[in-house]
């Protein structure tokens, strides 16, 4: 017997779609700061793409650890014909806005539908949404100023993803 109802599990399964399509969405603006040669800003977001596929794996571990079923749905093309890196930063920041309110829409499922035991998933996302805002918001911040792309991407760094 499973732990999840069909419709958390679909909602679930939605969400999935939407951390790949971050990830792809991440991948696109990381491709095109290291075409314009803006190495700091696209390690910075390809660090960013593969926290969202690790999102992704949480959801993913959930849904089979609650007797579900995941779907992997179709994901849409990224925009990868950006014009700035401001367009970018400003684009990174509407996108985990996007996010934050996807999780928020999660838990009032959980909450409507009684899917208690997703409360301590639910509630890792709602801590990493707002990590990923700050992060989002401070790039916005310190973008401001600089006169100079190619100064704010030499004074641009992310460290790693450690093993989670």
Sequence with gaps: MALISKK??????????????????????????????????????????????????KFIDYIIETGGAVELLELKKPKNDWASVKEIIDAGYAHEQH?????????????KTKELQARTMLQWFIDEQVEEEANATELIDKHKGFKNDMLFDLHTTRAPLAPQ
Excluded: P, R
Excluded at 21 to 33: D, H, K, P
Excluded at 36 to 48: G, R, V
Excluded at 99 to 111: G, H, M, P, S, V
């Design 99 to 111: 996010i934050t309110k996807c999780i928020e829409d999660l838990w009032e499922l959980a909450e």
């Design 8 to 57: 958390f599990n679909d909602a679930l399964n939605v969400q999935i779609k939407e951390e790949l399509e971050s990830g792809y969405l991440y991948l696109s603006m990381s491709f095109w700061l290291e075409e314009q040669a803006y190495h700091n800003l696209a390690n910075w977001y390809y660090i960013q793409a593969q926290e969202e596929y690790i999102h992704a794996k």
